[in-house]
DNA sequence: AGCATTTGATCGGTATGCCAAACACTGGTT
DNA sequence: AACCAGTGTTTGGCATACCGATCAAATGCT
């Protein structure tokens, strides 16, 4: 008596980009930022994948508008395509950020964890969080004590916690085999 | 110098199970629980997708052992489906919880966040979220006094926020077109 | 100039995940 | 018995997103 409009699960594949044209994009900023140009191929080896399907993905990108091109086979971002980006990166770094110096998850991890959903998460909802952290790193005297109380609380929880814990067994094929926190 | 073991990004599809596959999971759960039965239509009715896509979809799940199937064709979930279910079940409960109670997302965006990232963060990563989740919500003198600060500062800021923000054109043929916060 | 490498594109092939349509099977009505 | 609604499966189609192989064009080396 309480599954509403239903739908909202498929909200997952309708973003503006997928994840993986979210790295392309991401990648073609990262590579025009270190080294001044990008290419199909080197967005293709940053994101380890083929040049073929780098090929693909990067031509649709170019029809979305999103990924121009040089008359030398450079690539360039719209000026779409680098709010993507910079919206993009914003988020990871915000949602790092909130990882490692809030909840304080291993480097690794919240690289990883902050890498396959920065592109999910609302920009609303980042906002937020762009607050919610600033307001953590402000020099407010409650913030301080507030942070001491939480250092000493995870301190305590910490102790017999092993990051990596020795995976059971089960679980089938799957590579990595996450989830299981039974909250 | 930088571009470390480049392959981070893939693994976003190196889950248990796909965003897909959680659904129809988390759907049998919520079925059984309160219906007390579930069978492949009424998943399909659950998820808004034709009942061919949820047979496809549940008949991979009965082979990786995750789903099983009544003599009457009543589908339940194995001890392992059960874990999975529990587990992105409670991270979805913890993420909207962090997101409504902490950072002030309306229900509805918290909602759809979560639901697009539940089963994509690790384990150990939603352990901590818990952990700051309980400690929030203890009586701790320090906390108490945080979350009045935090509650005066985040509705100085909200003043001019209007979570609709009348969206600017450009962003192609795609839906929502949420991202850019550049931040 | 001549051959090798690099680059980008294209073409099958695979896998997921959705749809619509066709089919078979069941149980209840009439 | 005939029918029909509900259920589950299968099939073909589409879209995404990867691979490997192949190809043409540009570039580089000797």
Redesign the interface.
């Known amino acids: 008596?309480d599954?509403p409009p239903?739908?909202?699960?498929?909200?997952?594949e309708?973003?503006?980009?997928s994840?993986s044209a979210a790295?392309h994009i991401v990648a073609i900023a990262e590579l025009l930022e270190?080294r001044g140009y990008a290419r199909v191929s080197d967005v293709a080896?940053?994101?380890?994948i083929t040049r073929g399907s780098a090929s693909l993905t990067l031509k649709a990108l170019k029809q979305?508008?999103f990924v121009e091109e040089d008359e030398n086979r450079f690539l360039r971002l719209s000026?779409?395509g680098e709010?993507?980006a910079?919206?993009?990166l914003?988020?990871r770094?915000?949602i790092r950020r909130f990882?490692t110096n809030?909840?304080?998850?291993?480097e690794k991890?919240?690289?990883?964890?902050s890498?396959?959903?920065e592109?999910?998460?609302?920009?609303?909802?980042?906002?937020?969080?762009?607050?919610?952290l600033r307001?953590l790193e402000?020099q407010?005297r409650?913030?301080q004590?507030?942070k001491?109380?939480?250092r000493s609380?995870?301190a305590s929880?910490e102790e017999d916690?092993p990051?990596a814990p020795a995976r059971s067994p089960?679980?089938?094929t799957?590579?990595?085999?996450?989830?299981?926190?039974?909250?």
């Open positions: 008596m599954r239903a739908d909202i699960w498929k909200e997952f309708r973003n503006v980009v994840h790295h270190s080896k940053t994101l380890n979305r508008g000026e779409v709010s993507i910079r919206a993009i914003g988020k770094v915000l990882f809030v909840l304080g998850v291993p991890t919240a690289e990883v964890d890498c396959k959903i592109h999910l998460v609302g920009t609303g909802t980042m906002r937020r969080l762009d607050h919610y307001f402000s407010d409650a913030v004590s507030f001491e109380a939480w609380f995870s929880i916690a990051e089960a679980m089938g799957d590579a990595q085999a996450d989830l299981p926190i039974d909250a």
